[in-house]
């Protein structure tokens, strides 16, 4: 597949110590709200936007992390509609998806990659 | 003198209508006129694929090219109609004709719908809709060797197969999560997607498109994920829209979302214009395919040509498709997807790529739709049972699957109509027939395949029971594993962490499970933990639903409701006005709520900390209204004020929902006391209900309201309060220990061998000889309680987490409230938009 990610420009966000382990938290960056999870029994992280995509709540940084099949994932916390944290896509088979952003952890720091935040405002 | 009949679109369907007027004789009685765009007479655009390889029109042309000169009709080609206008009734082509009607019939079809992008107009994106657009497309594809087709519908994948053949690489790219998403569910999607990637087509399923890279010329897309995909070449087939400028700017009405709005006799609002095919709107659909478009094109030319007689009405077509898609055979017809209540059966057959589903009715006796994918033999047999609406063979399987099975008759006391989910509209029988057809045999997969369950969830421990109860009777084995992470029941996980001593989420599932969790057993263990040990639930707050986890019950907008404790719904004069002025303080809404307390609505997340620690200060502790834990206790006034009562149930309520507040246990627990036979306190409504006697208490159990709402049973009477306490700690416990995660007691009453009688025999005489340790494990939970509220409002590390961002002061700043009866209320939800191609 010739499917790649194109390099993002990274934010940092706050201190990895900031974060609850095996949790979530919502981060403002460039006004976007962002959820971002701490998978501390596997030691990964992944970031995807806050909103519920059925309600449009912002609030899957608050949903309940775990995994389908090994797949990481978010269940949100308004229906338990579950997102993978990889692709964003709906597990439980509805036609939502979410935006998903890549993390990076550089000296005890969490980074967000976004696209140009010059444009975002 | 002929009347004139002007025919707007010489596509498939405009040549049918001609065809048919000419097959009907109206070339007697009207001067017929057919104005196309393109340079050439209709042709089949069905199979324009095709043209990819042979390269020749003729075999496309749908008449011979004398055919309309034969028949009397005039032919204008490459010369569309460039406006209508329906006053002085005339139609003036590019060329500056004008053409005077007396009848038009509008069948301007469709053009290719494309998306928005930013770089959508770049040089290498191609529409795939005329035979002229194919020609550019052959052309330019010469110079590349990797080429995307935007769209998993029919024509998107018949696209791919043509790119495909010339040589190149091969891409599919669709918005929805699966392909042909209008005729095929999830399953069928599936079965299919893994054929056409045996052929060497790569699929991309979940893909919004956000820009075309490139400078000039297009160089591939970026989606929104921040996916790349990099192909030279891109072919649009992302659906269609109704070709309907002409008619908007006449003064034609058409629909919001496009397309000539036409009644059941295909009339326009304008007398005489008449609109068929794809840029007609009729009940709101609009059919991108060609059958539906003939069957107008029919009956409109039968109307035309015989007045005076009975008209024909066009009732909407189904969109049965049948097609030799690259190679695989895909059917759909009438109510595929399930759409309206149905009984689904299912059949696949990962192995040879056979999927087949039948759509029923949901007594089993009708065909209401299906689909075939990899082997639609059965097709014919199946769209003519359901076009006539044949009744079906006494086991409708046999149509897809050859052996007819055996089982039959009742399951349980509900009649398989008996609406199961009530959001999604499923019966106990649609959730039967998924069950039988073998593609579920777990909560997940019945989920997935009934929608049950999705919505609201109220019904999910209803699905279990049906889902346990019809898994026995086929002689299956009924496994109780709390989800993919655990091989135990929640009962067995009970013990473990009693026995072991485990008092956390990781060591139980390092030690007990795998992987690392989920919604369905984080939160069953953290409820165990807190049966056992009545820590505070803080301490392990990710594990935690999301209510438990910020001890508040989320609601719309991601707000959070308060509800204080207020036992047995006795207030003083004092603390209620506490609440009104703590209420105004952060502007709640108040409510009363079902259970005697005053609900107080709208905080957002980081009012929370501050919301508690003014309640606490008052004397007010949580009211648990957001766990899976003992709750309220109601109660009427009984015989301190009223004229019947014959016991203080005010008092012994207070005393009942002061001893087991915020207990934890599979599901929520409530209760109530009245305080005479009259029952103004509703108890046996619920979990354990107590009503006063001359002689004292008779205690029931296994009552609520709620989804399926369920009287208490009696379990003792004429109890005095010690033994009336004694035997609610047992019962609670017993209740604790052994039922499944989120099952109510009625349920679990309902499930437990040996019903009340055995219930009664372990409370009252004993029979298991645990009472002594479930009246300790009671004492050991009553006399731990502590206020979760307050456990926050004292640790400013745990108030950290209720800031809505990490790295900012700032709240949620999409929370907005609306005003009315003078409280303020949550904005609605968006109305979903269906965003398919």
């Known amino acids: 597949m010739n499917t790649t990610a194109k390099e993002p420009v990274w934010i940092p966000v706050s201190t990895v110590s900031e974060f609850p382990e095996d949790g979530g938290v919502c981060a403002k960056v460039y006004g976007e709200q962002i959820a971002i999870f701490h998978f501390s029994s596997r030691n990964e992280w992944y970031a995807c936007e806050n909103k519920c995509p059925h309600t449009g709540d912002m609030v899957l940084a608050r949903g309940m992390i775990g995994d389908s099949q090994g797949e990481p994932k978010v269940a949100c916390p308004m229906h338990k509609k579950s997102f993978s944290l990889r692709t964003g896509a709906c597990i439980s088979g509805e036609e939502y998806t979410v935006k998903t952003y890549p993390v990076h952890i550089e000296d005890g720091t969490v980074y967000i990659g976004i696209e140009d935040p010059g444009t975002q405002g | ?837």
């Open chain 2, 1 to 837: 003198m002929k009347r004139k009949l002007v025919i707007l679109g010489n596509g498939m369907v405009g040549h049918r209508f001609a065809e048919k007027i000419a097959e009907y004789g109206g070339t007697e009685k009207f001067e017929v006129t057919i104005l196309g765009e393109e340079p050439r007479r209709a042709y089949d655009r069905v199979h324009l694929s095709e043209y990819f390889t042979n390269r020749s029109a003729d075999s496309l042309y749908l008449s011979p090219s004398d055919w309309y000169r034969t028949n009397g009709i005039r032919l204008l080609l490459s010369e569309p109609a460039i406006s209508i206008d329906t006053v002085s009734r005339k139609v003036t082509t590019s060329a500056g004709t004008e053409l005077p009607f007396d009848e038009l019939v509008v069948a301007t079809g469709s053009s290719a719908f494309v998306p928005n992008f930013e770089g959508v107009d770049k040089q290498g994106v191609f529409v795939y809709r005329t035979i002229e657009d194919l020609e550019k497309i052959m052309s330019y594809a010469k110079q590349v060797s990797k080429v995307a087709v935007l769209g998993g519908g029919l024509l998107g994948l018949e696209a791919a197969k043509a790119v495909l053949d010339m040589g190149k690489e091969s891409h599919v790219v669709e918005f929805a999560s699966r392909l042909m998403p209008r005729q095929l569910d999830e399953a069928a999607s599936s079965v299919l997607k893994s054929k056409i990637e045996s052929l060497g087509v790569r699929i991309h399923l979940n893909k919004e498109t956000k820009h075309a890279l490139g400078d000039s010329s297009f160089q591939g897309l970026e989606f929104v994920d921040g996916s790349v995909l990099e192909v030279e070449m891109l072919i649009v087939s992302a659906g269609i829209r109704p070709r309907d400028e002409l008619a908007k700017n006449s003064g034609i009405e058409v629909g919001q979302r496009g397309g000539i709005i036409v009644d059941d006799e295909l009339r326009t609002n304008v007398y005489g214009v008449y609109a068929i095919g794809e840029v007609a709107l009729h009940k709101g659909m609009i059919y991108g395919l060609v059958a539906p478009g003939y069957e107008m094109a029919e009956i409109l030319a039968y109307n035309l040509c015989s007045p005076g007689q009975k008209t024909k009405s066009y009732a909407g077509s189904d969109l049965s498709t049948k097609l030799k898609l690259i190679g695989v055979d895909v059917a759909s017809f009438g109510d595929a997807l399930g759409q309206t209540e149905h009984l689904p059966i299912a059949y696949t057959n990962p192995r040879t790529g056979v999927y087949k589903k039948l759509v029923l009715s949901p007594d089993g006796k009708k065909l209401k739709g299906g689909i075939l994918v990899g082997d639609a033999d059965a097709y014919s047999t199946l769209l003519t049972l359901y076009l006539n609406n044949v009744e079906l063979p006494a086991e409708p399987e046999s149509l897809i699957v050859g052996t007819p099975s055996e089982e039959g008759s009742a399951f349980g006391s509900l009649p398989d109509d008996a609406k199961i989910c009530s959001c999604n509209n499923v019966s106990k029988g649609d959730l039967l027939g998924a069950i039988r057809s073998g593609s579920c045999s777990d909560l997940k997969g019945l989920k997935e395949c009934t929608k049950a369950g999705t919505g609201c969830g109220g019904c999910i421990p209803q699905m279990n029971s049906i889902l346990k109860e019809e898994l026995r009777a086929q002689g299956k084995v009924v496994t109780e594993h709390v989800c993919e992470h655990f091989k135990y029941s929640r009962q067995e996980l009970f013990q473990i962490a009693k026995v072991k001593g485990i008092r956390s989420f990781e060591e139980m599932i390092r030690t007990h499970g795998m992987g690392n969790g989920c919604e369905v057993c984080k939160p069953a263990v953290a409820s165990i933990i807190a049966s056992i040990y009545n820590e505070p639930i803080q301490k392990h707050r990710e594990i935690q639903d999301t209510n438990d986890k910020y001890l508040a019950n989320i609601q719309r907008g991601g707000t959070y409701s308060v509800v204080p404790r207020i036992p047995g719904g006795e207030i003083t004069p004092d603390k209620l006005i506490v609440i009104g002025q703590i209420a105004k303080k952060y502007d709640l809404y108040c409510k009363i709520t079902g259970g005697q307390r005053i609900d107080l609505l709208g905080a957002r997340m980081d009012q929370l900390p501050d919301i508690w620690k003014d309640l606490v200060e008052e004397g007010f502790e949580s009211g648990h209204a957001y766990g899976k834990a003992m709750r309220t206790v109601k109660s009427c006034v009984g015989s301190t004020w009223c004229r019947y009562g014959v016991q203080d149930s005010t008092a012994f309520a207070i005393r009942i929902e002061e001893r087991y507040r915020g207990i934890r246990a599979p599901h929520k627990l409530k209760s109530a006391v009245s305080g005479c036979i009259r029952e103004c306190a509703e108890a046996r409504g619920k979990d354990f209900g107590i009503i006063a006697t001359e002689k004292g208490w008779n205690l029931y159990v296994g009552g609520n309201g709620g989804v399926n709402p369920k009287h208490a049973i009696l379990l003792a009477a004429d109890l005095d309060e010690e033994t009336c306490v004694k035997y609610i700690d047992r019962f609670m416990m017993f209740y604790i220990r052994t039922a499944d995660k989120l099952v109510r007691t009625s349920a679990w009453l309902e499930q437990l061998e040996g019903g009340i009688e055995y219930l009664k025999d372990v409370v009252i005489n004993d029979r298991l000889g645990i009472n002594k340790a479930l009246e300790e494990e009671m004492d050991n939970l009553v006399g731990t309680y502590v206020c979760e509220w307050k456990d926050v409002v004292d640790d400013p590390e745990k108030q950290k987490r209720y800031k809505h961002f990490i790295n900012s002061e700032d709240s949620d700043p999409t929370v907005r409230f609306i005003e009315e009866r003078g409280q303020k209320r949550p904005v609605d939800w968006p109305k979903k938009e269906l965003v398919s191609n």
